[in-house]
């Protein structure tokens, strides 16, 4: 661009020269003066577009940085997620062996319990039977047995009838 301030400068010169034989010094020197103030505002429009292109420059690179950190951020909640959902997979294991020792303990104190009911039903009816062979007099006399005749009442006849004793079981 300076170069083609300087060529029509001297056009203008040379025009000037040949319509008159004395050149014009202060025309001159404004034209010179004008085509420097030209040039320098060129210069600085380049140096503002070369700030423009620093300035996008330094903008990409903070876009850059940005977009590090942002993907830094993602991986550490990928990492967080990753780990809560491990230690949610071992709280449900937890529970479930939790809920295991939970049933067989159950099972064991049923067990025990319908043991021990069994037990207490079998002491029940030990105590019952014995009390059955005293109130209805059970021991029997020699003659008893040669009459084959029984003096109980009916309904402890009744009674031993029912009960392994009546049926031919322990007799005292």
Known sequence: MEKEELVRVRACQDAGASSSAQPVRGDLAVRLQEALDRAQARVQELEAEGGGVATLQAQMDGLRLELVRTEGRLLEARERQSQAEADRAGAIEERARAVADLEFLKDRVLKKCREQHRQAQQEAACRSSGLLM?????????RDEEEDSDRRPQWCRDLLSQTDVGRGGRRR
């Open 134 to 142: 005293t109130l209805c007099h059970w021991e029997t006399h020699p």
